[in-house]
């Protein structure tokens, strides 16, 4: 996805990770999913303060920050999303002033390890946010206690989150998103469609949304029904 400029405090920072219109928080597979957006609620609602989503690749974390952030904007008026493993290369002092934001969201934590200067401007940004009540949301691959942090006191900071993992993007997982959004689309999906695009389909959910996409706008371009051909055309 292209990159946008980055903004500066009190707007909505999506670089690189943009706002996909084709997903909603409502989307997302319920069963699989509902620890992780019940969390999240509670982080908009000010009940929680700190919450630590990990998942491993494939597993969804950026169609669920692409939709929280249009739903936690639409709630608190606006929040900033650094995506770490891109803005990593830049000064840290980018961070100052951050705190004034009622929600950051560090997507890809582990990506500041090694890089002392990020991991104390977080730590002190941390201290900041707390002093001003903020909440904070941090994503990464992996649970607190496998960061590769060298700062301890970040550490131990991080390690206070409520920690919560996404599901493995197994076929179940894949197949609950796939009915979900095909009824939004308002889908004849038939038995057989379904099962070859569980069985053809991508396995990381990011990439397998992107062909429910391409398919929805290829079928209304080509004003033509859901088929097996149409859907094996499009995965070459």
């Known amino acids: 996805m292209p990159d946008s400029d980055l903004l500066m405090p009190g707007e909505q920072l999506l670089l690189p990770l943009q706002a996909r219109q084709d997903v909603t928080l409502a989307d997302l597979p319920a ?3 509902a620890p992780v957006l019940s969390a999240l609620q509670q982080l908009t609602d000010g ?3 700190q919450v630590y989503v990990w998942g491993e690749a494939g597993s969804g974390r950026s169609l669920l920050l692409s939709a929280f952030m ?3 904007s639409r709630q608190l008026g606006h929040a900033v999303l650094l995506p770490l493993r891109q803005v990593v290369f830049l000064p ?3 961070l100052d002033g951050l705190e004034s934001c009622p929600l950051i969201v560090l997507d890809d934590i582990e990506a500041v390890a090694g890089w002392p ?3 104390e401007g977080l730590f002190n940004l941390y201290n900041r946010l707390r002093e001003q009540g903020g909440r904070l949301l941090l994503t990464a691959s992996t649970p607190p206690a ?3 942090l060298q700062l301890p006191d970040l550490r131990s900071r991080l ?3 409520s920690v919560y993992a996404l599901p493995a993007p197994d076929d179940a997982v894949r197949q609950e998103l796939l009915q979900t959004t095909a009824l939004r689309r308002a889908w004849q999906l038939e038995p057989e469609v379904a099962r070859y695009l569980i069985e053809r389909g991508p396995r990381r959910l990011g990439r397998f949304m992107d062909l429910i996409e391409r398919l929805d706008q290829h079928a209304l371009r080509e004003r033509r029904p ?5 859907v094996r055309s499009l995965l070459g």
């Open 31 to 33: 069963q699989a999913f």
């Open 226 to 230: 859901l088929t097996v051909p149409l």
């Open 117 to 119: 200067d990020w991991e």
């Open 92 to 94: 840290p002092e980018m």
């Open 146 to 148: 496998g960061l590769p």
């Open 159 to 161: 390690a206070r989150s």
């Open 70 to 72: 249009v739903e936690a």
């Open 47 to 49: 009940q929680l303060d």
